[in-house]
């Protein structure tokens, strides 16, 4: 056999294994459904909606969020550690200071992402004290309604201008 037909065989071979090679699946998120944000018109701005589905990792300290639009296209993903935080989108990767700039950028008002993450866990932030209520509980002027929580859903509304409201559909694993 030439040494030419050898490197080929050999090449041919290579491809071979490498194409029955599997690739580990991706981590399986901790919380995943669809989000919806609406702010209500407020100082002459319109009112505003989002709705997105997202996969969530990691906690307040360190995870990511994984935005898509209902087509599935990836419409923002948001990382963040300590000290920083970082936000990916079509136009490109921005850095930010921490995880509550970071929110504000990606969604166009002050949302507490960091809370938010415990609060669709259905459980009050820990960096900030909470007052029960009859259907979940108040915090950071927020209230948290958790009355549906077992059947998956979760709205948390800011009654203070401008209003703002988050309601979350969460997939429950089968």
Do not use: K, Y
Request: proline share 7%; with cysteine; aromatic share 6%.
């Amino acid at each position: 056999m030439s040494r030419s037909a050898r490197a080929a065989a050999l090449l041919g071979m290579q491809l071979l294994l490498a194409a029955c090679a599997t690739l580990p699946p991706p981590a399986a998120p901790d919380l995943a459904g669809r989000l919806a944000v609406n702010v209500a018109a407020h100082d002459g701005a319109p009112a505003r909606s989002l709705a997105t589905q997202f996969e969530l990792r990691g906690n307040a300290q360190t995870g990511e969020l994984h935005l898509t639009t209902p087509l599935g296209t990836t419409a923002a993903q948001a990382r963040w550690r300590p000290g920083s935080a970082e936000l990916v989108t079509t136009e490109g990767t921005r850095r930010f200071a921490d995880l509550d700039t970071l929110a504000e950028e990606m969604l166009g008002q002050a949302l507490p992402l960091a809370a938010l993450i415990d609060w669709l866990r259905g459980r009050p932030w820990p960096g900030a004290p909470s007052l029960a209520a009859a259907s979940g509980f108040e915090q950071l002027g927020w209230r948290i309604d958790l009355a549906r929580f077992a059947e998956g859903w979760v709205l948390a509304a800011r009654e203070r201008a401008p209003v703002l409201t988050v309601r979350a559909r969460l997939e429950r694993p089968e």
